[in-house]
């Protein structure tokens, strides 16, 4: 996800947990952008419904009309849009913890435990 890292709450060697915030991308653009589309629709409706009268009454062509319906129906898509990015941050954090389960996971696979109480027979391993 494209944006400014605001935080990054680990540190190398650090050991983490499944679920653990790593890290904080910035996503107060993207509810700007939300609520600049959605003041947007608001007005292309309003200004969609002030034409709509007008035209009713015979003072305001039909292509008028026409013209700021198509406004809101662009203003819904860019509020489609603005949405879908921030469902899209939403979902990066997401992958952002499924990589932290992940990395979590891979170290705990570097420690290799006894499945049971028993006596060590044989060492066929050394260090190194």
Known sequence: MPGRVSEVSVKEGDLIHP?????RVEADTIRAQLAQAEAMLNL???????????VARGTSPQAQLDARLTDVSVAEANLDAARAALVAHERSVDAARAAAA???????????????MGRVLYRLVEPG
């Open 44 to 54: 292309d409706r309003d200004e969609a419904e002030r034409t709509r009268e007008l």
């Open 102 to 116: 992940q990395i979590a996971a891979n170290f705990e696979d570097t420690e290799l435990t006894a499945p049971a």
């Open 19 to 23: 679920e653990q915030i790593v890290a």
